[in-house]
C-alpha cells in the first residue's frame, strides 16, 4: 500500500530535550511538507522540500530542523529552542509541487508532548 | 497575504439533511483548492480538488464548487450520515502560486443519527 507514514504516534518528551519526527513515504513524491496543528488555530507550516537536498522554511521554522536526504524521508527535529513544542505534527507530500494538478496526500500525525 | 477562513467553525444537523459548508479566501489567483476531512487525532484525508479552470467537482455524496472572482468555494454534502461527522478543511495555494497551502481552520461537523 503505497502512503505516509509518521512514528511514532505518541511522542513524550522533557522541556530541554531535542526531538526528531519521522516522516517516510513510498508514493515516489517530490515534495514534502512538514506541518503544526494546534486547537483553533488550523494548520501552519513548518518546513517543506521540494527536491532531495534542499527544503525551505515555512511560516513557523523557528526551533524547527529538517534533512531530505533521501526522496522517501523527511525527518522534523524539534530543537529545546521552540517554545510550545507541544502540538500535532502533521507531514504531507506532494507529486510535483503543489503548482501541478495534483493532492497532497498527508500521514497519520504525531502528537507530541513536552513537560 | 492569502487568508482562507471558514464559516461556520461548527455545525450540528440530524441525519439525511443536506448541507452546504463555506470556504473563503482573499487573493483569487489560486491554481486550485482542495478539500480536506479529518476525524479526531487523524491525518487529513483528502476529498476533492477543483482545478482554477473548474467551477464544480463531484465525488459520490459530495460537491465542491469553486468561484474564483468572488473568493468562494462551498462543500455540498447530500443525505448526511453519522459516519460524515469529522472536521472538514479547505486549503489553497498561497500568493504567486507558491509552494505552500494556507488552509482555513475548519469546520466541525457532527451528524446527529
Known amino acids: 500500500d503505497g502512503g505516509i507514514t509518521q512514528s511514532p504516534k505518541y511522542l513524550f518528551r522533557k522541556e530541554g530535550q531535542n526531538v526528531t519526527l519521522s516522516c517516510e513515504q513510498n508514493?515516489?513524491?517530490?515534495?514534502m511538507y512538514w506541518y503544526r496543528q494546534d486547537p483553533g488555530q488550523g494548520l501552519r507550516l513548518i518546513y517543506y522540500?521540494?527536491?532531495?537536498?534542499?527544503?525551505q522554511k515555512g511560516d513557523i521554522a523557528e526551533g524547527y530542523s529538517v534533512s531530505r536526504e533521501k526522496k522517501e524521508s523527511f525527518p522534523l527535529t524539534v530543537t529545546s529552542a521552540q517554545k510550545n513544542p507541544t502540538a500535532f505534527y502533521l507531514c504531507?507530500?506532494?507529486?510535483?509541487?503543489?503548482?501541478?494538478?495534483?493532492?497532497?496526500?498527508f500521514g497519520p500525525g504525531t502528537r507530541l508532548t513536552v513537560t | 497575504k492569502q487568508e482562507v477562513t471558514q464559516i461556520p467553525a461548527a455545525l450540528s444537523v440530524p441525519e439525511g439533511e443536506n448541507l452546504v459548508l463555506n470556504c473563503s479566501f482573499t487573493?483569487?489567483?489560486?491554481?486550485?483548492l482542495q478539500w480536506f476531512r479529518q476525524d479526531p487525532g487523524k491525518g487529513l484525508t483528502s476529498l476533492l480538488l477543483?482545478?482554477?479552470?473548474?467551477r464544480e467537482q463531484t465525488s459520490g455524496r459530495l460537491n465542491a464548487s469553486l468561484d474564483k472572482s468572488s473568493g468562494r468555494s462551498t462543500l455540498y454534502i447530500a443525505a448526511s450520515q453519522p459516519g460524515d461527522s469529522a472536521t472538514y478543511l479547505c486549503?489553497?495555494?498561497?500568493?504567486?502560486?507558491?509552494?505552500?497551502?494556507?488552509f482555513g481552520k475548519g469546520t466541525k461537523l457532527t451528524v446527529n443519527p
Open positions: 504531507a507530500s506532494h507529486p510535483r509541487g503543489l503548482a501541478s494538478r495534483d493532492e497532497q496526500y
Open positions: 508514493l515516489n513524491h517530490d515534495a
Open positions: 522540500s521540494q527536491i532531495v537536498n534542499d527544503f
Open positions: 487573493d483569487s489567483a489560486i491554481y486550485n
Open positions: 477543483i482545478q482554477s479552470s473548474q
Open positions: 486549503a489553497v495555494p498561497s500568493q504567486g502560486g507558491s509552494e505552500k497551502l494556507v
